[in-house]
């Protein structure tokens, strides 16, 4: 089986997509995204690099995009440069991947103000029920990764509670396989590594539009 890879930063085996927002290049027939990361606004990648990556069909989502109250960059810029990803996302028939740090009321507030088609993708969740719920009733998909192995974790009392069909897993930047994230997953929700597997590319063909 090939295991999906929602979002990491390491070319890795299987079905994956490599975040390039950080640096690095894109080899042949390789599964991207891009975005601006809102910790890093102003250190690389640039708006109009993210647009015409997805005018010239270099990348299959937009993002990492998102809010971070631990960053440096004033709420009003990271929420104008989202919403600016958000439209790159919409014109382009994309996915947009989700970084998000205490900031879950801006986030809902423009995806209420904006009414996106594409799939919103919240990577790495890690946060409490009652803002899970939110999110699962206005659509959003759920990345769980790393977390799932820290035994206190939000994300391993909650995993159960996603509906599959709005789940994803990623490894992020982690550099153990996203297999073991399946497997430590599937325990989790009391299935097969094999049927969470097939779930999670059911969804992705669905979301990507690849397969």
Known sequence: M???NVHTHTRSEGVYVLDLSGGGRREPGELCSLGIH??????????EQVREAARRGEIVAVGEAGFDRNAGTVMEEQRRLFEEEVEISEA????????CVR????????????????AWIVHGYNNNEEILAQLLRCGFYISAGKKVFLPRSNIRRILPLIPPEQLFLETDDADF??????????VLRSVSPEVLGRQVYENFKRVFHIF
């Open 2 to 4: 090939e295991w999906v």
């Open 38 to 47: 809102p910790l890093f606004v102003g250190e690389g990648v640039k708006m």
């Open 92 to 99: 382009y028939g994309l996915p947009l991947i989700i970084h």
């Open 103 to 118: 900031a879950f009321p801006e986030l809902l507030s423009v995806y209420k103000k904006m009414k996106p088609s594409q």
């Open 177 to 186: 396989p996203i297999e073991a994230v399946y497997r430590e997953a599937a």
